[in-house]
């Protein structure tokens, strides 16, 4: 049952025939393995093999295979699994990737998930996260691999292209969330809040997810285009669609960057690309009778809470009165008081539990 290999053949790394009957057991499993994964073997993943109990690679190839994957097909897992593992052996030649894997099947799953949004591309990014390239078991870095993992293709089904921008936001130079805190990954704190509320609307049986990375033209009362908004889900809960902000802001960026990003020239936003706040607020008359606005924040806006998110919010439109009556199309104090009124049912803010 030898396979030829890249750089030689499986018998040449087994064990010889003059072995104990543990011995010429184990020489089976790599024969087993070969012959599921034996599309490109390479000699550096070969000797890793033979350094971890190969049963556990074995388990985690037949738990993948019986679950659906988003490249579609389960016939490609020997090739898939073979080709992760060249890639994350390239990431950090020193690590064992071999062993951090025989621990965390979930990392393996949702490697593939992500090798089959864009090939290899998507899951380079993704296996690059620090946390997964140095083996490392924190729990919210497995959460993250969790979620990804048991998403299935008809979850994302038309939102493949979506699906991949979301991962590619990852920033891997910064590192990946393996900190308790969850603080120190900037851009990937984001994705990885992102990924989570995904797959709690895919779990939840009144929420029916929609759209992911839906971009939006935002035009003022008399037609000119404000800006663009993309929104991270469009989610249809219970007949309400809603347009979702997932925000991953800590306590003193809520404090800081919410009230700033109700101007035009925000900071960090150009002059003629007015701040998020103010495009949301402004694209408020552009809404479907059942669409509303949600910026979602992670639970360390809990302190805050979402009533006092959303005073923020409103304070800020107030303090801004003059710039939006034009875009809005608002002519008199009584429209004004309308569509301060009518702001809590066309822009909402909620705390989620991660």
């Known amino acids: 049952m030898a396979k030829k290999l890249a750089g030689g053949s499986l018998a040449a790394h087994s064990p010889t025939d003059d072995l104990t009957p543990e011995a010429q057991l184990q020489k089976a499993l790599y024969a087993a393995t070969a012959w599921m994964v034996a599309d490109a073997w390479a000699e550096s993943i070969v000797d890793k093999l033979k350094s971890v109990t190969v049963s556990k690679f074995i388990d985690i190839i037949e738990e993948v295979r019986l679950a659906p994957t988003i490249n579609g097909s389960n016939t490609k897992v020997g090739k898939i699994f073979t080709d992760i593992l060249v890639v994350l052996n390239k990431m950090d030649p020193d690590v064992n990737i071999m062993e951090a894997l025989k621990h965390e099947p979930k990392i393996f799953r949702a490697l593939m998930n992500a090798y089959g949004v864009d090939d290899l591309e998507t899951l380079k990014r993704l296996a690059n996260i620090r946390g997964v390239a140095n083996g490392s078991t924190s729990v919210p870095l497995l959460k993250l691999f969790e979620r990804i993992g048991k998403i299935e293709p008809n979850d994302i089904s038309g939102m493949e292209k979506g699906f991949k921008e979301v991962l590619n936001n990852f920033d891997t130079k910064k590192g990946g969330p393996d900190d308790a805190k969850r603080t120190g990954f900037n851009k990937s704190s984001g994705a990885y809040h992102e990924v989570i509320q995904i797959k709690d609307v895919i779990d939840s049986s009144t929420k029916a997810l929609k759209g992911l990375q839906v971009k939006r033209i935002v035009r003022d009362a008399n037609g000119n285009v404000v800006g663009e908004r993309f929104y991270d889900l469009i989610v249809d809960e219970n007949g309400v669609i809603k347009l979702i902000d997932s925000k991953a802001w800590s306590l003193s960026y809520i404090r800081s960057r919410l009230p700033n990003s109700m101007k035009p020239g925000a900071k960090g936003v150009d002059e003629a690309n007015p701040g998020p706040l103010y495009r949301d607020i402004v694209n408020i008359r552009n809404l479907d009778r059942?669409?509303?606005?949600?910026?979602?924040?992670?639970?360390?806006?809990?302190?805050?809470?979402?009533?006092?998110?959303?005073?923020?919010?409103?304070?800020?439109?107030?303090?801004?009165?003059?710039?939006?009556?034009?875009?809005?199309?608002?002519?008199?104090?009584?429209?004004?008081?309308?569509?301060?009124?009518?702001?809590?049912?066309?822009?909402?803010?909620?705390?989620?539990?991660?």
Request: net charge negative; hydrophobic share 40%; proline share 3%.
């Open 290 to 354: 059942k669409e509303v606005i949600v910026w979602t924040f992670d639970k360390r806006a809990s302190e805050i809470g979402e009533e006092g998110i959303f005073d923020m919010v409103f304070n800020a439109v107030e303090k801004n009165k003059e710039g939006l009556l034009k875009p809005l199309g608002i002519e008199s104090e009584m429209e004004w008081e309308d569509f301060l009124n009518e702001l809590p049912n066309k822009f909402q803010v909620e705390i989620l539990e991660h």
